[in-house]
Nanobody, 124 residues
């Protein structure tokens, strides 16, 4: 049974940084495209970034280009999201997700497996 466990969230001041991790088990990680999404209170879950199984291809939503970086370590079955220059509007629960295949999909419905999320709170 596939399991994704996020960690690394917390409280940070505006302008600060956080690095989120997502440890995967029970799936063929090296053949899975991994994505990060987030959901703020009262809002729909939105796409943040995606990385293909090889790590060679990444894609970001426009709001996060230049500030966030997605990466993965296939030896550790872990995907990361480095978040810099954080803003109060980045406050949300951040989820990692996995899908079989090589396409850099950005829709919630394209992902089969989800973690429970980790809270990120950015204070002004």
């Amino acid at each position: 049974q596939a399991q994704l466990v996020e960690s690394g969230g917390g409280l940070v001041q505006a302008g600060g940084s956080l690095r989120l991790s997502c440890a995967a088990s029970g799936l063929t990680f090296t053949r899975s495209t991994m994505g990060w999404f987030r959901q703020a209170p009262g809002k729909e879950r939105e796409f943040v970034a995606v990385i293909t199984w090889s790590g060679l291809t990444t894609y970001y939503a426009d709001s996060f280009k230049g500030r966030f970086t997605i990466s993965r370590d296939n030896a550790k079955n872990t995907v990361y999201l480095q978040m810099n220059s954080l803003k109060p509007e980045d406050t949300a629960v951040y989820f990692c997700a996995a899908r079989w295949g090589v396409s850099t999909r950005t829709s919630v419905g394209d992902y089969k497996y989800w973690g429970q999320g980790t809270q990120v709170t950015v204070s002004s």
